[in-house]
């Protein structure tokens, strides 16, 4: 069965720089979740989207900012770059909709170093 | 959303059950108890949710009070590869725009001994 789909796998930059991070959703999911998790810490949430629309907005920094496009894909922009957000950051995706166990399907992780 | 609380860290032997309880004291009328498994480096993989008495699928159980202040998760006979942290989680779930986000609280981190 397809999963949720994360890129790149290790991404590493240096500080002040930008980064982008790319998930894609399990099909037909309409939901989709980005997590933060940082060394030896519990993941995090940052912020979800619903049928491409902000749903809720979690300790996500300001220089971070997130969108869901048309076909359902989404990405984390991540600018001005701080030691303290290496990190791996999940992208999760649900179905909603009535029923069933509200499940999040996580993806592999994207692992960031700053340096 | 309800905090909960669970052991920092547990160890078991091969082939024995392993129960790790949590407690979340402040659990609302509509929210639902889930529980999360994750590997070193990977995303965290549900295991099972239940809102009272128990619930049992393929993998785990998960036993309920009646005043539901608490949660056990059971893991029959566990082996080593279900060493692991543990996440125990409360919240509602949403049918109408979206599913809340998770709230992970500090886990249990279970070692599964040969």
Same mark, same amino acid.
């Given at each position: ?38 060394? +030896?810490? =519990? ?41 303290? =957000? ?10 909603? +909709?009535?029923?069933? =166990? ?14 | 959303?309800? @905090?909960?609380?669970?052991? %920092? ?23 639902? %108890? ?10 965290? *993989?549900? %295991? %099972?949710?239940?809102? @009272?008495? @128990?619930? $049992? ?8 009070? #009646?005043? *539901? @202040? ?6 029959? *006979? ?5 060493? #692991? ?6 919240? #509602? ?9 998770? $709230?992970?609280?500090?886990?249990? *981190? ?5």
């Amino acid at each position: 069965a397809a999963g949720v789909i994360q890129s790149p796998r290790h991404l590493i930059k240096e500080k002040r720089e930008t980064a982008t991070l790319k998930c894609y959703p399990i099909p037909r999911h309409d939901t989709v979740y980005w997590y933060q998790q940082g060394p +030896g810490q =519990d993941p995090q949430f940052l912020i979800s989207f619903y049928e491409k629309m902000q749903s809720d907005k979690g300790s996500i920094p300001d220089r971070f900012s997130a969108q869901q496009f048309s076909d359902y894909h989404s990405e984390l922009n991540m600018s001005s770059l701080e030691l303290g =957000d290496s990190a791996l950051y999940f992208c999760a995706s649900s179905l909603s +909709g009535g029923g069933g =166990d509200n499940e999040q399907f996580f993806g592999p992780g994207t692992r960031l170093t700053v340096l | 959303l309800a @905090k909960t609380t669970q052991p %920092i860290s547990m160890d078991s032997y091969e082939g024995q059950e392993v129960n790790i309880t949590c407690s979340h004291n402040n659990i609302a009328t509509n929210d639902y %108890i889930t529980w999360y498994q994750q590997f070193p480096s990977q995303g965290p *993989r549900f %295991i %099972i949710q239940g809102y @009272k008495t @128990k619930v $049992t699928n393929e993998v785990a159980s998960l036993f309920i009070p #009646a005043d *539901r @202040k608490s949660s056990t998760l059971s893991l029959p *006979r566990v082996s080593l590869s279900d060493t #692991a942290v543990y996440y125990c989680l409360v919240g #509602a779930i949403l049918y109408d725009f979206g599913n809340e986000k998770l $709230t992970f609280g500090t886990g249990t *981190r279970l070692t599964i001994i040969p």
